[in-house]
């Protein structure tokens, strides 16, 4: 998240405690990031052993959350010296910002790929594989490695992790369409509609029961954990464009980025550890279908009345 470079912070010392806030928030979510992310990789790698298209989806987000964390150390160093955009500036910049975008995009893929598993089954074998999961999110590195490197090298702010002032403000609309309002779009409308589906399955009184609620309450706590990382800098950085600026939104800006930031922590609790649920539910859900199927018609071979009494 870049912020703006005229900021008018006019009093010293709030500016030395918003700074001295976002140097122990960036060193706390290195610390767990470091952590929950190199259990995530043991956990991939040598306990799973079958390629599904939910460890392919994971496995590029673990690497793409890794990223993001090893560019923290650099980040927090060059924001606290007020570093000019030399070469490591620029590295650190385009890293963090490939990542952080890959990585909200996968999550939108994850869940693209839960609702074609649940909501179409019987498609998903013509959707769903390991080979095109791979080959979707080779596509996305590609893309956004261009499109980024592009926009950041770019750029003609001063200072490092600064807002670029000749950007017009209908590009960076544009931008945090793409970047938020579009992947919150899709994870919103399959969130909903995949809990839809598994909560009419838990009124069929099947024994997957737990594994189907289990499977609900993973799905908030994604859409939770992306709009608390998120939500916040998107405010703050629409505050930034129609306002242009003001002391309060300099200070809100440095620590959304922040909440961003830990979404590469958060990820190992919705994702990582999550994924044995997922990768079994898919083959949970078609047993769940069958019975509603089977239900719904024995409720039709009934006589009238017997259907009116019940």
Known sequence: MNVS???????????????LIEFALYNFIFFFGVLFNALALWVFFCKIKKWTETRVYVINLVFADCFVICTLPFMAYLRWNKSTRGELCQLIETTYFINMLVSIYIISFISIDRYIAIKHPLKARTFRSPSKAALLCGLLWVSVIIGATVQIWQSQSTLCFQKDTAVPAALI??????????????????????????????NTNSPEEKSIQKAVHIIYANLIVFLVC?????????????????????????????????????????????????????????TCISRRSKMNKSQESQPPTDQVMT
Do not use: W
């Not at 945090?176 to 838990?202: G, N």
């Open 230 to 286: 998120f939500l916040p800098a998107f405010f703050g950085l629409l505050a930034r464009v129609v306002m242009d600026s003001i002391g309060a939104t300099c200070f809100m800006l440095q620590i959304c980025a922040c909440l961003a930031s830990s979404n590469c922590c958060l990820d190992a609790f919705c994702y990582y550890f999550a994924a044995k649920e997922f990768q079994e539910f898919p083959s949970l859900f078609p």
């Open 173 to 202: 609309l544009l931008s945090m369409f793409f970047i938020f309002i579009l992947p919150l779009a899709i994870l919103t409308f399959c969130s909903t509609e995949v809990i839809r589906s598994l909560k009419r399955c838990l």
């Open 5 to 19: 470079n005229n900021c008018s912070i006019t009093s010293l010392e709030l500016y030395h405690h918003v700074r």
